[in-house]
């Protein structure tokens, strides 16, 4: 019996040779298209976040903002940093873990 989907069923962007079935190998390129998708993102979220911190360290050093202000916001760029590092070390983690569970 053959398996068909639904007509314009949203699924059928996965069968990507279009013979009309979508095979196992089908499935698996697009699983492997999506973890290659996420990664992705995941780099250039930490990326930004990198960038974002020195962004505010040299916003920061310049003479654009006064002690005074800089006192006041202490404690938001210190949340600031802590949470960018944590986006940034996440990242490594994860990349760490997923190398350690291909072996
Ligand atoms: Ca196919």
Not at 1 to 25: A, N, R, T, Y
Not at 27 to 42: F, G, I, M, N, T
Not at 57 to 67: E, K, N, R
Request: aromatic fraction near 8%; proline fraction near 2%; charged fraction near 25%.
């Amino acid at each position: 019996m053959v398996k068909k989907l639904e007509p314009k069923s949203e699924f059928e962007v996965l069968d990507i040779d279009g013979d009309g079935v979508v095979s196992d190998q089908e499935l698996r390129a697009v699983e492997a298209l999506d973890a290659h998708d996420k990664q992705y993102h995941q780099t250039r979220l930490s990326y930004c976040a990198m960038i974002a911190m020195l962004t505010l360290t040299m916003i920061a050093v310049l003479p654009v903002l006064s002690m005074e202000k800089l006192k006041i916001l202490d404690g938001l760029f210190s949340i600031f940093f802590i949470t960018m590092g944590g986006i940034i070390a996440a990242y490594f983690g994860a990349q760490a873990f997923v190398q350690r569970g291909k072996k």
